[in-house]
């Protein structure tokens, strides 16, 4: 049995015994890379000198009694927008990709002094503008349950990495769904924590209002051990959240009896393929046997909610990606003939299709005569979808729909259609807007590929959204389904 089948107690018990070393935990990780990786394509960078080295440090300290962390000695990925010192961080971008940064993000940093071991960076569509992985620089990432198939975006090397036993767990950063959606495409389980809860130091920006980095694992335990490690406040960022980081541990108690769910009409209904809706209602009767009660609501700003994301996020890109202009660092153009070819070559180059649509879109929709009638018009509705969501929250706990509308599809399939490419995101978009948390957890299978289950909750309350799934997960056996590659 692999190592990685193994639960975070049972890691914990063995290596506290002896019968167990971070290295070979490590040795398992690189091992499975070796086996799957040219199939999967999940890493960008790998980091296996210093890997190794931790683990040998590591090792060392299970000789003493020293209290260890609840991630001590975990082989994991980094989502590859994460700054990583020494390490080469792209953002699967060509424009980056000589760049090494001089520091750490700062949830990189939390996981090292838990003594996590980073395995290596992870691939990701560019700049975290995608939902397919396609728009990576370098190469696309398959699907570990059917590699002619996505792994979902723009974390899709985060999940694909975990779904196919690569490393423990990921970190991934969710701009509009981009850790929940390829959670979904890939059978694991993908938590969008409250915006501000988890530092964004470190965090190559696209949409800062938005940007929230969270984990991908296996199971909904895994997640909460990986929320302790990386949540809390964090005076490098401005935007994060001076709060009381509770034990999520503690949280999952398996108890949802009474518990008041809301599921919204626009969730179930035009766009969503029939046979996801079966499964969510087939999940939705799970948590009734528990002894939760739902009822249908309706969130009516939702119609809206792509439209409104797709203005905002390529403004906040717009602005965020105009440093990255081949003089302060990443790659310059050798043909420039002056300052302004310098500037236009070095972007043009360096930017992918994705990148340079969205940018375009942001610029025009901040620019003089249309900031009105695109951009605050925009900052509007999303007021009212956040109203929507604390309306519903009034009467509810929890509000659960599926993740996605449908499976995942096929690579390539939707590449040359990027408004469609965009509706995959319809589930997710709303709740990003929110600033709300939300977790994707396996709830079945359609045609031998995984659908996923979003469970949506009120603000700073994590808790209520991890107890729920990890309810659910101890009711139904998807969670234990690996791909067989």
Not at 281 to 289: D, F, P, R, S, T
Not at 341 to 348: A, E
Request: charged share 20%; with cysteine; aromatic share 8%.
């Amino acid at each position: 049995m692999s190592l990685f089948e193994l639960n975070l107690q049972q890691i914990h018990a063995k290596l506290q015994s002896k019968e167990l070393k971070v290295s070979d935990l490590v040795d398992q990780s690189y091992t499975r890379i070796g086996q799957v990786e040219s199939k999967v394509r999940a890493f960008l960078t790998l980091d296996e000198e210093n890997a190794r080295q931790t683990a040998a440090k590591l090792d060392e300290q299970l000789l003493s009694n020293a209290t260890r962390s609840d991630v001590f000695g975990l082989p994991i990925g980094i989502k590859d927008n994460m700054v990583t010192e020494g390490l080469k961080t792209t953002c699967a971008s060509k424009f980056l990709s000589n760049h090494i940064p001089i520091y750490d993000a700062t949830v990189v940093s939390k996981l090292k002094e838990a003594q996590a071991v980073t395995i290596g960076k992870l691939n990701m569509d560019e700049f975290a503008m995608g939902g397919s992985n396609e728009n990576s620089a370098f190469h696309p990432t398959h699907n570990p349950w059917n590699t002619d198939y996505v792994p979902g975006g723009s974390s899709g090397g985060s999940a694909a990495a975990v779904a196919a036993g690569e490393v423990y767990f990921a970190l991934g950063s969710d701009t509009g769904g981009s850790i929940r959606q390829p959670a979904a495409y890939c059978g694991i389980v993908g938590l969008k924590p409250t915006y501000g809860l988890v530092s964004r130091y470190g965090l190559v920006a696209f949409a800062s209002s938005l940007d929230q980095i969270g984990p991908l694992t296996k199971n909904v335990e895994d997640a909460a051990y990986a929320m302790q490690a990386i949540a809390g406040y964090d005076p490098k960022d401005s935007t994060s959240a001076n709060v009381d980081i509770p034990n999520y541990l503690s949280a999952l108690t398996g108890d949802v009896k009474g518990l008041r769910i809301g599921v919204p009409k626009e969730y179930m209904g035009k766009g969503i393929d029939p046979a996801v809706k079966e499964k969510i209602l087939e999940a939705l009767k799970v948590l009734e046997g528990l002894g939760a009660v739902w009822e249908e609501v309706t969130l009516p700003h939702s119609e809206y909610a792509v439209a409104t994301y797709y203005l905002l996020a390529s403004s906040e890109a717009s602005s965020n990606l105009a440093r990255f202009d081949g003089i302060r660092y990443g790659v310059r153009s050798d043909n420039a003939r002056n300052l302004l070819d310098l500037y236009n070559l070095s972007r043009s180059e360096g930017f992918g299709p994705e990148v340079k649509r969205r940018i375009m879109l942001g610029t025009y929709a901040l620019s003089s005569g249309y900031y009105d009638a695109y951009y605050l018009k925009a900052q509007q509705v999303r007021t009212l979808i956040k109203q929507d969501f604390d309306q519903v929250f009034n009467n509810y706990d929890i509000i659960i729909g599926p993740t996605a509308p449908t499976t995942a599809f096929k690579i390539g399939e939707q590449s040359s259609d990027p408004l469609t490419m965009y509706l995959n995101d319809i589930m997710t978009i709303p709740v990003s807007l929110a600033g709300i948390p939300a977790i994707s957890v396996p709830c079945g299978f359609v045609n031998e590929l995984p659908v996923g289950l979003q469970i949506i909750g009120k603000a700073l309350d994590e808790a209520t959204v991890l107890r729920v799934a990890h309810a659910f997960e101890q009711h139904t056996d998807h969670h234990k389904q690996r791909p067989q590659l």
